[in-house]
């Protein structure tokens, strides 16, 4: 039960916080940039 939820909360937030890296380093990319 523990280790199921625990997979599924994985396989949700490592999309997300992938996202959220490359967002974080296309902000600073376009704001080293101008």
């Known amino acids: 039960m523990l ?3 625990v997979r599924a909360v994985h396989c ?3 999309p ?3 996202a959220l890296l490359s967002l ?3 902000f ?3 704001g080293r940039s101008q």
């Open 24 to 26: 974080f380093s296309g």
């Open 28 to 30: 600073i990319y376009c």
């Open 12 to 14: 949700l937030a490592l």
């Open 3 to 5: 280790l199921s939820l």
């Open 16 to 18: 997300i916080l992938l």
